[in-house]
């Protein structure tokens, strides 16, 4: 059987970009009785962040993964691509799962297809909700596998 490796991620603070978010959107109330919500997104994102294929731990980490992106895809229904237009965007920063780049060497969107097409990119940063779940559907992929 083939495996795949996993791809890294940095961290991003999801709590408070998404209070941001509600209170921008709607009301800076309806953003704090979310705080608690909002915290349980960030630390599921940051055990997704750290999870690591092994033997032992492979079925917690697809149960892991597969209910991080659950909820990406809710909060894609619920907000649509307001999340993604709104002043409190999220940058996520994915490495290539192949060739992983050191930390802080992220790269745009145009620039990193370019560099793609080269085979010198090894990390892409997008501010796009899309992005993460396709980056976590990969790691739910390499996971099963």
Known sequence: MFHLPLKQTERVDLQRSLHRFVEESYSLEQADE?????????????????????????????????????LLTNLRTRFGSAVDDSDGRVGFTWRDAWHPAKAGKEHSTAKASKE??????????????????ACVLFNLAAALG
């Not at 962040?49 to 980490?61: F, H, M, P, Q, W």
């Open 34 to 70: 979310h705080r608690d919500a909002f915290a349980e997104v960030h630390t599921l994102r940051e055990r997704c962040r750290t999870a690591a294929l092994s033997e032992k731990g492979a079925e917690d980490t697809v149960r892991l993964l597969a209910r991080y992106y659950r």
């Open 116 to 133: 793609h097409s080269k085979g010198q990119i090894s990390s892409a940063c997008q501010y796009d909700l899309q992005f993460e779940r």
